[in-house]
């Protein structure tokens, strides 16, 4: 499968734990973005990278989240001292830049997050 | 922040019945796009309409965009069971560099056999 895929699938832990999530995109991919999903809402950005400069952060994105992509291949989203808001599915898309054109993303399964 | 809403939140039809959702946003874009989401499950892209463009089809897709009243409208024709989906409209906006995309809150859409 050559799709973008995220690790893990679920995670449950208990508030104030720190968690950390993987994601793999398309190996051709240069842009990598994170966005944050809740139930019965439409993802919310988060991040993006282009290559492995973070290049944008949303303000949903509190000092407590930091996102890395080292060598511009696979990127990792960590959340330190987790609250009960945190709960949400984490979702990770990559695509291909061409110049000015942005091109469709493709998204992962994501990273269902429960917090106890 | 959500870009737009999305019109109806709901909609359940029996197979073969067209099914039309509406997306209103709010920014001038460089394109709108429409994603597909199965339950528990990432998104899968559709297609993709320019800001030049005004109607556009895929398959039993049919697209159209009307910058002037910043909407927009998916229609499946024939509609399969396998068309159950949640669907989401997302904006690329105006002199975004990047391609971040701003989504509705999406169309639950259920298609009965």
């Known amino acids: 499968d050559t799709g973008v895929s995220q690790d893990p699938r679920h995670k449950i832990t208990k508030r104030g734990q720190n968690v950390t999530f993987r994601c793999d995109p398309i190996?051709?991919?240069?842009?990598l973005y994170w966005y944050r999903q809740t139930l019965g809402q439409g993802p919310e950005f988060l991040t993006y990278?282009?290559?492995?400069?973070?290049?944008?952060k949303s303000r949903l994105l509190s000092d407590r989240f930091s996102a890395e992509r080292p060598k511009g291949s696979f990127s990792t989203l960590e959340i330190q001292r987790t609250e009960q808001g945190d709960s949400a599915m984490y979702l990770c898309a990559s695509s291909l830049a061409r110049g000015a054109d942005n091109q469709p993303q493709h998204f992962g399964d994501g990273t269902r997050l429960s917090i106890l | 922040s959500q870009q737009g809403e999305e019109d109806p939140q709901a909609l359940s039809i029996q197979e073969g019945e067209n099914a039309t959702m509406n997306c209103s946003y709010k920014t001038s874009i460089n394109n709108l796009q429409w994603y597909r989401q199965n339950s528990g499950r990432g998104l899968v892209h559709l297609i993709l309409i320019r800001s030049n463009e005004r109607e556009k089809h895929s398959g039993r897709l049919r697209v159209t965009l009307d910058t002037s009243k910043k909407s927009s409208s998916l229609l499946i024709t024939a509609s399969r069971a396998a068309d159950t989906a949640s669907y989401f409209c997302?904006?690329?906006?105006?002199?975004?560099?990047?391609?971040?995309?701003?989504f509705g809150q999406g169309t639950e859409l259920s298609v009965k056999p």
């Open positions: 997302a904006t690329d906006e105006l002199y975004n560099q990047g391609g971040k995309l701003i």
């Open positions: 190996s051709e991919h240069n842009r």
């Open positions: 990278f282009q290559n492995e400069a973070q290049l944008e």
